[in-house]
């Protein structure tokens, strides 16, 4: 049977990498005695599928990942007991049994919710956030340095931005809202967007990047974007 799932990871372990994070999911799937399928081959590995990867420093309140197990088990009981067994820093929030029929995770994901906070070298009012958000909006490119294979080049990311807006400000913190494509093949980055709402501002700072939703297609029972 296979479990799509979701779990949070909170700053305790912002800094933890994906592979990392791979490793201690595994590790508590062992001390959890979870009944995971495997792979079949000369090297058998557990039945385990991330929706994507969360860059490191990143929140999240939902990664989502597929689990296989070799026996049936209840959501609930999965997430009981696997719960006992995380750290502090992550824990599963939901659960479901899924047919397996279903497409895989990474082929329906669509886009991602982020809640973006800049810490600025100068203060940032409301209307001064709104009217930069606005500005990159309305813009038909926004064009940051992106790093590729070939070196860092100017990309226009404005097709990637599906939605944006202003949260708050105060001082020299400012709160944006965005969603973003997301995909196998890439998407928005909150790094960049960041980066282009510096531009826009005309200020310097540093950002902290919190994932809220990553949203699905074909499913009603994962979050859909709409």
């Known amino acids: 049977m296979k479990i ?9 372990l912002c800094y933890t990498s994906h592979l990392d994070v791979q490793r201690t999911l595994q590790r508590a799937f062992r001390r959890a005695n979870l009944p995971l399928a495997f792979s079949k081959g000369f090297n058998p590995h557990p039945k385990l599928s991330f929706a994507t990867a969360l860059a490191t420093g990143y929140t999240s309140d939902g990664e989502w990942i597929e689990v296989g197990l070799d026996r049936p088990m209840t959501p609930d009981t999965f997430l009981e007991t696997v719960n006992a067994a ?8 939901r659960a479901f049994e899924a047919d397996d029929s279903m497409e895989t995770l990474s082929k329906l994901l669509v886009a991602a919710r982020y809640e973006i906070t800049l810490y600025t070298d100068a203060p940032v009012s409301l209307e001064t956030l709104k009217d930069a958000i606005g500005a990159l909006m309305d813009s038909d490119e926004v064009i940051v340095e992106k790093k590729t294979k070939s070196g860092v080049k100017p990309s226009n990311i404005r097709p990637e931005i599906l939605e944006a807006k202003a949260v708050s400000a105060s001082g020299g913190i400012a709160v944006a809202a965005v969603v973003g494509t997301l995909t196998a093949a890439g998407g928005l980055r909150a790094e960049t967007f ?33």
């Open 4 to 12: 799509i799932a979701a779990f949070e990871k909170t700053k305790e």
């Open 86 to 93: 995380m750290p502090v820093g992550m824990r599963f929030v």
């Open 194 to 226: 960041a980066r282009a709402l510096f531009l826009r501002l005309g200020l310097v700072g540093r950002f902290t990047a919190h994932r809220t939703a990553l949203c699905f297609a074909g499913s009603d029972l994962l979050p859909r974007l709409a």
